[in-house]
């Protein structure tokens, strides 16, 4: 410990000097004036100050305050040493800057006393003073971090100016990273795709996620792949990617170039809200689905909803970061308040939800991201680029034995195989879901000799099931033949699927049972298909879908 003695009497200076050697303090500097005492306490500094009171030039009184400024955050403790015994001297010692005093003749044992004491917080100080320099330092890592991350993120997860505009939405952050995400691209079809989601928790560690999410959505939108394939490829990246006690909840939708029909998967997000031109409600979409990242793959339902709006109507999505808000009495406003909100008039902003939002709190700051997004019905027709169509005609034609019909991914390399021709990726949306319904059917009723009537209860859907498992993992001779023609000159693609089934009764597929999944799925197919015939008793189905 380095103690700096300044007094003007050389002989003080002796008998401290000695009595601090005597106590074990060696490194001791002398200083006989308030001059030199600055001088050496910026050359040595020193870790205390035994400092005299009247002194020719300048005072002790005017030398600790300069000495504790040249220290400037860090503890210098400063004695003063003084014959002064009036009250009002005393008290000036330490309104200037002394931590405390000896009055002279001094006592050895009182001042070796206090010296240690001082010097115990002293060195308390430091370490203290070494630790903020650490955190400093280390505050200004992060902040770098921080600010590399954040241009990162800013400039990766950015949406189409084109799509943009036919949102209202909001997206605000409870931190400096969002861990909610909103996105949005033109499919290849002419509409377009967008994403809801909400990662667990907030910050950083809930956003970091976001960058492959945002590539992928992307890079799957180009390619024009459906909605439930989108689903299934984002859970089984996220099931690899994310930790045990993370997921992303999402809901993720395709509007079609009319601007009209929604398809629509919701994997534990909040409802949805489809509010006519008018202010009311049409529809809840509810979440059927778990978030992704956490059911493997053969437990994945990629099932979507389809439904036709007007123009006009609005399709509401919001993060349950707006749901759980709380006022100052401590009441959520969950999902009845959203909706209170939301149906208060018939063009309620995303904007005004959030300032509402904001109202609601108080004073309080919100404990979770916000993500509003609102879809109003129009036409689309401005983003269809001048797609160039393949003009070289094709025909593919493959036989799928037991064997491969058994493989869950079946289709997937048909698909491929189409959207590797130029232009034709457009359709992969209605293509999929064509190709999986004729495909099941040729498999479910053809093959297997399934009865869709039995999956009209909860209970008889997980019988059903449980049939087309047992049933298909039996299965030793049959096959699917499946042919698809491209015709450039009539822009038209013709599947033919035929099965070595027994077929099935015509007449209930021309006139389908709505209340049956089967009966929707031919509505379905009739609606995304030029034609669609069954022939040769059930066990030849033909499409043929524009291009």
């Not at 999902?335 to 004073?363: C, I, M, N």
């Not at 015709?487 to 699927?497: D, E």
């Amino acid at each position: 410990m380095r103690i700096l003695i300044v007094d003007d009497e050389s002989l003080n200076r002796f008998l401290l000097q000695h009595m601090l050697e005597d106590e074990g303090y060696k490194d001791c500097i002398e200083a006989k004036d308030g001059e030199e005492a600055l001088k050496l306490a910026e050359k040595h500094k020193p870790d205390l100050v035994l400092l005299d009171v009247m002194m020719p030039g300048i005072s002790g009184f005017e030398v600790a305050p300069i000495l504790k400024k040249l220290y400037k955050g860090s503890y210098l403790p400063i004695i003063f040493i003084t014959a002064l015994d009036d009250r009002e001297s005393l008290i000036k010692c330490l309104e200037v800057g002394g931590d405390d005093f000896v009055s002279k003749p001094f006592d050895k044992l009182i001042l070796a006393a206090k010296i240690r004491a001082h010097a115990r917080t002293r060195l308390l100080s430091k370490k203290v003073d070494k630790q903020n320099q650490e955190l400093l330092g280390f505050q200004r890592k992060v902040d770098r971090e921080h600010t590399i991350v954040e241009h990162i993120f800013s400039n990766a997860i950015v949406n189409n100016e084109s799509v943009v505009k036919f949102f209202d939405f909001k997206v605000s952050p409870a931190a400096t990273f969002n861990g909610d995400l909103f996105l949005c691209e033109a499919s290849p079809g002419g509409g377009l795709y967008y994403l809801v989601g909400d990662f667990t928790g907030h910050g950083l560690a809930s956003a970091i996620g976001a960058l492959p999410v945002t590539r992928s959505f992307q890079a799957m939108a180009v390619k024009g792949l459906s909605i439930g394939e989108m689903a299934f490829t984002l859970n089984s990246m996220l099931l690899q990617l994310l930790p045990p006690d993370m997921f992303f909840a999402a809901v993720i939708v395709e509007v079609d170039v009319s601007g009209k029909r929604l398809t629509i998967w919701n994997g534990g997000m909040p409802q949805m809200l489809l509010k006519s031109k008018e202010g009311e409600l049409i529809r809840k979409f509810l979440s059927k689905h778990m978030a992704l990242g956490i059911l493997d793959e053969s437990e994945f339902d990629s099932e979507c909803e389809v439904f036709d709006t007007e123009h006009g109507d609005q399709l509401f999505a919001c993060t349950d970061g707006l749901m759980e808000i709380t006022n100052k009495d401590g009441k959520m406003l969950d999902e009845e308040g959203v909706e209170k909100w939301y149906f208060a008039s018939p063009h309620v902003t995303a904007e005004h939800l959030y300032q509402q939002a904001r109202a609601y709190l108080g004073e309080a700051e919100p404990h979770d991201d916000m993500t509003i997004a609102i879809y109003r019905s129009t036409p689309l027709h401005d983003l269809k680029e001048n797609i160039q169509i393949s003009a070289t005609p094709f025909e593919i034609s493959l036989k799928l034995s037991s064997e491969a019909l058994k493989n869950e991914q079946a289709l997937e390399s048909i698909m491929n195989m189409i959207n590797s021709q130029q232009g034709l990726n457009w359709i992969r949306s209605d293509l999929f879901t064509v190709l999986t319904e004729m495909f099941n059917n040729s498999l479910e009723h053809g093959l297997l000799h399934l009865d869709s009537r039995v999956k009209r209860s909860p209970e008889g859907f997980i019988t059903y099931y449980e049939q087309r498992e047992k049933r298909l993992s039996a299965l030793e001779n049959g096959f699917i033949h499946i042919t698809l023609i491209y015709s450039p000159a009539q822009k038209m693609l013709t599947i033919v699927m035929k099965d070595s089934g027994a077929g099935f009764d015509i007449e209930k597929v021309n006139n389908p049972d709505l209340t049956s999944s089967s009966g929707r799925g031919v509505l379905l197919m009739r609606e995304l298909c030029e034609t669609i015939e069954y022939s040769e008793g059930g066990t030849k189905a033909t499409a043929t879908m524009k291009v």
